[in-house]
């Protein structure tokens, strides 16, 4: 797509955005978790609504951005693993875009960083952070932010959930889907944090 025409079908589509009632976090799973409860920063970026640095979207090396996060006193005993969902609720689609979904993070691990996501075996979908990932849109172990061009700004979310029992290892070894995840969880999230990280692309 050039950019004349990505251009042109952002500003037909400037009004398609916020597909906020469909994120991850509103699915049956969070049902008694309406609201987050873990703080999640990023040394990387800053505070949640930060804008991403170049490095960390598809016009530079698109890195994940390294981000920080701590159980509340009253579940930190209870987590047994954590899981990661990133996502874009602003793409002019019916539903978020799944940028990465991250499941099996250990229970000890509160901190994730760029090098945590190369892969360490294709064939378990294991990453070299100790954790594995599922089906992103495109299939790759993620996808930076590339909002369309004239489409304004775009949220990406980076939601954690504590989980109170770790995932089946024959899902986690199968690149599970968003949907097969989200069955997956119910039952078992303690609580969830949300980061959000701000890109937008300008014609020039």
């Known amino acids: 797509m050039t950019a004349v025409i990505e251009g042109i079908l952002g500003w037909i589509f400037q ?15 969070f049902e008694d978790f309406k609201e987050p409860t873990i703080d999640i920063t990023s040394p990387d970026c800053g505070p949640t609504n930060s804008t991403l640095g ?7 090396s698109g890195k994940v951005p390294t981000l920080e996060w701590k159980a509340p006193e009253d579940i930190a005993s209870s987590v047994k693993e954590w899981l990661l969902v990133s996502e874009d609720p602003d793409a002019p689609l019916p539903t978020p875009i799944c940028h990465g979904i991250y499941a ?47 489409h304004g700004v775009h949220r990406y979310f980076f939601i954690v959930v504590a989980l109170s029992a770790p995932l089946a290892k024959e899902l986690l070894k199968s690149k599970a889907t968003r949907e097969q995840v989200a069955e997956a969880i119910k039952g078992k999230v303690l609580g969830w944090g949300l980061w959000v990280g701000r890109a937008e692309r300008k014609w020039s």
Do not use: M
Request: glycine share 10%; proline share 9%; aromatic share 10%.
């Open 54 to 60: 170049v490095e960390f979207t598809h016009d530079g």
């Open 104 to 150: 099996g993070i250990p229970a000890s691990k509160t901190r994730i960083e760029p090098e945590d996501f190369v892969v360490q075996d294709e064939s378990q979908f294991l990453l070299k952070g100790g954790f594995h990932y599922g089906q992103s849109r495109n299939g790759k172990v993620y996808i930076p932010p590339r909002p369309l061009i004239n």
């Open 15 to 29: 009004n398609q955005k916020g597909r906020d009632a469909k994120a991850f976090t509103t699915l049956p799973a």
